[in-house]
């Protein structure tokens, strides 16, 4: 196991530059249909409905004072019978009722169901040049081959949709780190300021795939997964050009589920995300930013708790270059609020971090079976 994790540490941690783009959100754990298609259904609940909104500002001394805002809004549903939990300890010749449950149990001979999903993520404002809405639908496959090991894998079809109007803002006030990307407009440096601005609208479809793995102990919790997504370059440009095209978005995230003690649980989470967004070529080179989207941090769960009311705290950072504090609030097993607050640690020294982002997080989870610390030694969803 721990040779398991130092692996997936050092791959997670390679090649962390190169022509990356930033993930625009903190918690991306929040929105995880945008992450990896394969985590479509993986909740504790028969459907689940989130909606995630951050409000981003950014004061980079070269181009001045921007804002952006974003919000991810996802549904997906379980199909079939799933794993159940909580009742294996039932009396003899007592009938068994299937509920949404997120921990696997032995004695239960279902080996996996279907996960299905519609995600829509919008960014811009009133004074954004650009406006980009993303449509997506994602179908997972969630297996159990074996009594503590794990495995699913899922598609995405997502069709994009941008808008460019520098009547509304100039994109020479235009910040890569808070803006949402996936469209490209001419450079910059090919422009004259005087020159007529520009309006243009641009669409495309896109192809995503992802995985992931894990195995459960009463002790610990792993779990691995991978993505990729543009998988066949779609041309993203306002004005058409063919050299423009989105390069492979390539992403991970690992899970480490340690039970403490009596009282308290400990997940540790990591997310790498690496997206050539802005193309790398011959008449484009050097069209990029160095910005390393790579999350890592701790959550703490409390075990077993009583009151319906249930309060976790965790703390993220970005790149090891800011701090996230994160808050997740239960109230009974329905709803879920996760608030979180990003700030850089050191703008000065690193400049491509200058953003602070609020955020909050509303999830509804129907037929939930558990509150998020019972049974926390055999739970295997965490999303």
């Known amino acids: 196991m721990k040779k398991i994790y130092s692996l997936a540490i050092l791959i997670l941690f390679y090649k ?34 989130s909606n995630l ?27 079939g019978k799933y794993r159940s939990s909580g009742d294996e300890k039932v009396a ?32 811009g404002n ?57 469209f490209r407009t001419p450079l910059l440096s090919n422009r004259n300021i005087n020159s007529l601005k520009l ?15 894990g195995m459960i102990t009463d002790a ?9 997504n543009h998988l066949f370059y779609p041309t993203n440009s306002f004005t058409n050009d063919s050299e423009s095209k989105l390069r492979h978005r390539i992403s991970a ?44 941090g701790v959550e703490l769960y409390k075990i077993n708790p009583i009151k319906k009311i249930n309060v976790n705290y965790g703390l993220y950072m970005r790149s090891f270059r800011t701090a996230i504090p994160y808050l997740n609030i239960n109230l009974d097993k329905f709803v879920n609020l996760r608030y979180s607050y990003e700030f850089p640690l050191n703008s000065k020294k690193y400049n491509a971090y200058s953003a602070k982002r609020n955020e909050l997080a509303l999830i509804l989870s129907l037929e939930r079976h558990t509150k998020p610390g019972t049974e926390f030694y055999k739970k295997i969803n965490f999303w």
């Open 126 to 182: 009133d004074a954004s040049a650009i406006d980009g809405k993303f449509f997506s639908t994602s179908l997972a496959r969630h297996f159990y081959n074996k009594s503590n090991k794990y495995y699913g894998l899922g598609g995405q079809l997502a069709f994009a949709q941008g808008n460019l109007n520098e009547n509304r803002g100039s994109l020479f006030h235009y910040d890569k780190e808070i803006s949402g990307g996936g």
């Open 53 to 79: 909104n951050s409000w981003q500002n950014s004061n980079d001394n070269s181009i001045g004072a921007a804002s952006m805002q974003h919000q991810n809004i996802a549904l997906d549903i379980k199909l």
């Open 253 to 296: 995230n690992s899970i480490l589920r340690v039970k403490l003690n009596d009282k308290l649980g400990l997940v540790q989470k990591n997310m790498y995300w690496q997206e050539g967004l802005y193309l790398r070529s011959r008449s484009l080179n050097g069209d990029s930013t160095e910005i390393i989207a790579f999350w890592s």
């Open 92 to 123: 003899v010749g007592e009938i068994k009722k299937v509920h949404s449950k997120d921990a696997l149990g032995l004695r239960n001979k279902n080996r996996g169901y279907w996960g299905v999903g519609i995600n829509y993520y919008h960014y």
């Open 199 to 213: 309006t243009a609208q641009k669409s495309y479809v896109d192809f995503n795939i992802g995985g992931y793995y």
């Open 16 to 49: 962390t530059s190169a022509f990356s783009q930033n993930a625009r959100f903190s918690q991306m754990w929040s929105a995880p249909l945008q992450f990896n298609a394969a985590l479509t259904g993986r909740f504790d609940g028969k459907m689940r409905i």
């Open 220 to 228: 610990v919790l792993f779990e691995l997964g991978f993505a990729m």
